[in-house]
């Protein structure tokens, strides 16, 4: 199999992470070229989105999350999604808000800010999107509301779906990277007065898998 | 266990499908009233959306899937979520398109044009939140993409994550009946020369639990 990879994007990242806390060495295949995806990869694939894995047979899985899905199915240890239906469901529910209120907000800002993605303001389409200036505003918005959220379940719990690392931590990492892109991460004013999320972000960051 | 239903809205409607594929009966507690959702609803849950599953020991789980995903691992069968890897990955990665390009697409058509929801173009937000109007077109976009790729896949398949009905047929469908009420649904001219979304559609709608 082969992970088709842009590896400075942040939706890879969380697979990377995700094989390193599993152990997994994948082969890679780069597909990013400066700001965009090499034209032979958009010609295969013209969704144009990563990752991608390819199995041997050829399937195509995308998605990073139904990559790392299809991964904790051939390698349960260490478990990341759960193993009882409470930790299961809070993964899920946990992950999904990282991605969705955090993720997407920040993408929101940056591409809609980025002058390298002035026609391209979601991913995935092959005519041209143009920006709407007025989701960088709102994406903050969306941002300083989630921070302050996950500080309340991060005074609760060590990780974000529980007292156990699991993909949702994957997930909510590399959303607020992400973010730091656009100077909205986890050292921004949004997140200075979130002392869990501070607490958590050190901590997660400092793992081995972080650096994947 | 209870839960915190808006019977008619498209999220909770998610729940309900699952639930009556399963053959599940939950106490369901109507918490919608017209617009908005009920006061002491909104006191409790200051997140402010639906749907929510509390356990009998006072357990909260939210998120759609999250809720799905807990059903499932306490009644495996039938199974919605796969049962090898390959099938547990294509169907969080269509389940997952379904949401991201379908549903939240439909709801930027809808939060960001209906007078009703003129200050909150986002749900789960306490603050105003101005609606954004580039977003009605843009969402129109999307849809019309999304249209096309399923019905690329559908071609190919009886469902949306291959021959058997899943979870990614239950956001699917749920997402295409929210476009609809901003006029973009399955009956609208951005699917209407997609034969194999007509075919699928007019099979999932006739099934017992699209009523649910």
Partial sequence: MKLYDWHIAPNPRRVHIFLAEKGLNIPLLEVGDGFVLKQDYREKFPQAMVPILELDDGTIIGEAMAICRYFEAIHPTPPLFGTDPESIAQ?????????EECFLAAAEVFRNSNPNFADRSLPGFADKLPQIPQLIERGKTRLAQFYKKIDGQLKKYEFLAGNTFSAADITCLCAIDFAGWVELGAD?????????????????????????
Same sequence: chains 1, 2.
């Fill in 91 to 99: 993964i899920t529910c946990w992950e999904n808000r990282a991605n």
């Fill in 188 to 212: 921004s004013p949004l997140a200075q007065d979130c002392p869990n999320v501070q607490r958590w972000y050190k901590e997660v960051s400092s793992r081995p898998s972080a650096q994947a």
